[in-house]
């Protein structure tokens, strides 16, 4: 009789334990959620190439005349700053002999500057064509942006107890000035601590949005000194909308502008 009776009561406090754990709301999505990433990709995809079509820009490569040389792929690597030869690097280890590997020497030596020496009509061609037909290199992209932008600005907003929509706004940020100052731009680094130095972050006691906006509002600052970047809509008709309508978890449906064109991501 005792066992009996303790085999209940053991199973009526698992039963309590499970309603209490009932009421427990599942962490929110993060960017590390392939649908959040997807999403991300997509933001990005209408700044950087005015389409939500990311994986369409895979071959795209051109000058765009800011001062970094050739841009191309799915984030806008830069001939100039070193993280297109990054990419090409990657590529050849993968499949070594191909098409790209000839113009190595030329982008170490173009590095830290605009010039198309050594690479030109034949370069970019051959970049186009390698992304479309070679899923090697399309690979060496994904890599790429996660290795050098995505994990790192991922990592940091969550240790910054920041959400989805904060991750992609950090995400966002890494694409567009890199991860430290360089000459005429203002980096990530200190675009964050110009927003620690007014507002705090959840992992601090903050409030998520304040901290949010004074990060877009180090963002503006940045944005209007730099020579080749003066248009801010892709903060304050994109991601300042986002904030302002408390989609802090990115969740859809999410509509924007960027550069006067409107853009939408609807619920499924």
């Given at each position: ?27 929110a999505a993060g ?89 030109g009509r034949p ?146």
């Amino acid at each position: 009789m005792k066992s009996l009776f303790r085999a209940l009561l053991a199973l009526v406090l698992l039963m309590l334990a499970g309603c209490a754990g009932s009421d427990e709301k599942p962490a929110a999505a993060g960017l590390d959620d392939p649908a959040k990433k997807e999403i991300a990709m997509r933001l990005v995809s209408s700044a950087e190439n005015s389409s939500l079509d990311w994986k369409a820009q895979y071959k795209y490569i051109e000058d765009i005349g800011d001062g970094r040389g050739y841009t191309a792929g799915i984030i806008g690597f830069c001939s100039g700053t070193g993280d297109m030869l990054a990419v090409v690097e990657r590529y050849t280890k993968a499949r070594p002999g191909n098409a790209l590997a000839p113009f190595l020497p030329a982008l170490r030596a173009v590095r830290g500057s605009d010039s198309h020496e050594g690479l030109g009509r034949p370069f970019t061609d051959a970049w186009a064509r390698a992304a479309v037909s070679d899923p090697a290199l399309r690979a060496a992209q994904d890599a790429e942006r996660d290795r050098a932008y995505f994990t790192p600005s991922v990592r940091q907003a969550e240790r910054d107890g920041l959400g989805a929509l904060g991750q992609f706004i950090y995400f966002d940020a890494y694409v567009m000035h890199g991860s430290g100052d360089t000459k005429g731009s203002v980096g990530f680094r200190t675009l964050r601590e110009k927003a620690l130095s007014t507002a705090k972050p959840p992992a601090r006691g903050g409030d998520e949005k304040a901290y949010l906006n004074a990060f877009l509002d180090a963002r503006v600052e940045a944005i209007r000194r730099e020579p080749s970047h003066t248009d801010t809509s892709r903060i304050e008709t994109a991601q300042r909308v986002f904030v302002r309508e408390d989609r802090l978890g990115l969740e859809p449906p999410l509509r924007w502008r960027v550069y006067g064109d409107s853009y939408r991501i609807d619920a499924e």
